[in-house]
C-alpha cells in the first residue's frame, strides 16, 4: 500500500472511531464535554499521521459527527472543528516533525488547542453572533470541568503512542512524506 493510502485509511479510522466514540459515551450518560472522547482519535492522529492528515481528521471529525448525530450542536461544532483541527496539526508537527517527546507534544497541542478554541468561540459568540461571551466559565469548562478527560488522554495516549507508534518505528523506519 503507497503511504498516501495507509495515511487516508488510517485517517479514515481514526474519523470513524472519533464519530463513535461519543456516541459510546453519550449511551451511557458520561458527559462529551467531560471525557472529552472526540478528542483522543484526533490526538492520536498527530502522533501517527503527516500533519496535514492529521488537522484533516481534526477537521473533518466534527463535521461529520455534526452531521451524522447533531452532536456538536451549533454553534460550538465551529469551534471544535478549530480546536480538533489544532490538536491535530500540533501533535503531529511536534512529534514527527520538531521530534519532542510524547508528553511534550500532548501537552503543548493540549494547550494550543484550547487557546484556539476560546479565541474561536469568543469570535462566533462575540462577534458573529453578537452574544455575551463569558472568558471564566467557558475556561472553566476548558480545563476544570474536562479534568477527567484531560487525565484520560494523559494516561492513555502515551500508552497508545507507545503501543502502536513506537512499535511500528521498530519493525519500520518512520518516515513521514511532504514534512
Known amino acids: 500500500m503507497s503511504s498516501k493510502n495507509h495515511h487516508l485509511t488510517i485517517s479514515g479510522l481514526l474519523v470513524a ?3 463513535l466514540l461519543p456516541i459510546a459515551f453519550h449511551s451511557f450518560k458520561l458527559g462529551g464535554q ?31 459527527s455534526f452531521l451524522f ?17 489544532t490538536y491535530g496539526l500540533v501533535t503531529s508537527v511536534a512529534y514527527n516533525k520538531l521530534r519532542l517527546g510524547i508528553y511534550p507534544s500532548l501537552i503543548t497541542s493540549m494547550l494550543a488547542g484550547r487557546f484556539v478554541s476560546i479565541v474561536s ?12 461571551f463569558n472568558f471564566v466559565k467557558f475556561t472553566y469548562g476548558l ?17 497508545l503512542v507507545k503501543l502502536i507508534v ?5 519493525n519500520e523506519p518512520h518516515k513521514i512524506e511532504g514534512m
Not at 502522533?47 to 481528521?57: H, S
Not at 448525530?69 to 483541527?85: D, R
Open 143 to 159: 480545563f476544570v470541568v474536562a479534568l477527567p478527560g484531560i487525565a484520560i488522554q494523559l494516561i492513555l495516549l502515551p500508552i
Open 166 to 170: 513506537t512499535g511500528s518505528r521498530k
Open 69 to 85: 448525530t447533531s452532536m456538536p450542536p451549533v454553534p460550538g461544532v465551529f469551534g471544535m472543528m478549530a480546536e480538533l483541527f
Open 17 to 19: 472511531i472519533g464519530i
Open 121 to 132: 468561540n469568543w469570535i462566533i459568540a462575540a462577534i458573529i453572533m453578537g452574544k455575551t
Open 34 to 64: 467531560i471525557f472529552l472522547p472526540m478528542h483522543l482519535p484526533v490526538l492520536m492522529g498527530g502522533f501517527m499521521l503527516p500533519w496535514q492528515f492529521a488537522g484533516a481528521v481534526g477537521l473533518i471529525t466534527p463535521f461529520l
